[in-house]
């Protein structure tokens, strides 16, 4: 079991950057495959990023390669998300997500265990 605690989310106006951190507690979050994922209102949630155990496979949803970069620190128990060049389609709820390590993407939300309460991303001018 492992509990995840998302923060890092605020406003900011478009072209600026935010990182998010998701802290994980519990057992074995070395042993975890990870995910981001987010959430506008009166939309369904989608797939962000992607992260196998290690860090040696990663995968982004198409409208954040080149802007978002996912990450982790075992050895902290965090996952990060870092976010470049922000527009105010990335607005969004955003959460992190576990699931029993695969070493190939995992991209649907179903295929995930545990997750995280959410953190609001906004951005606006």
């Known amino acids: 079991q492992v509990q995840l605690v998302e923060s890092g989310g605020g406003l900011v106006q478009p072209g600026d950057s935010l990182r998010l951190s998701c802290a994980a507690s519990g057992r074995s979050f070395g042993t975890y495959a990870m995910g981001w994922f987010r959430q506008a209102p009166g939309k369904e949630r989608e797939f962000v990023a992607f992260?196998?155990?290690?860090?040696?496979?990663?995968a982004y949803e198409d409208s954040v390669k080149g802007r978002f970069t996912i990450s982790r620190d075992n050895a902290k128990n965090t996952l990060y998300l870092d976010m470049n060049s922000l527009k105010p389609e990335d607005t969004a709820a955003y959460y992190c997500?576990?699931?029993?390590?695969?070493?190939?993407?995992?991209?649907?939300?179903?295929?995930?265990?545990?997750w995280g309460q959410g953190t609001q991303v906004t951005v606006s001018s």
């Open positions: 992260i196998t155990w290690n860090g040696g496979r990663t």
């Open positions: 997500a576990a699931r029993p390590n695969y070493g190939l993407p995992v991209t649907g939300a179903g295929a995930y265990d545990h």
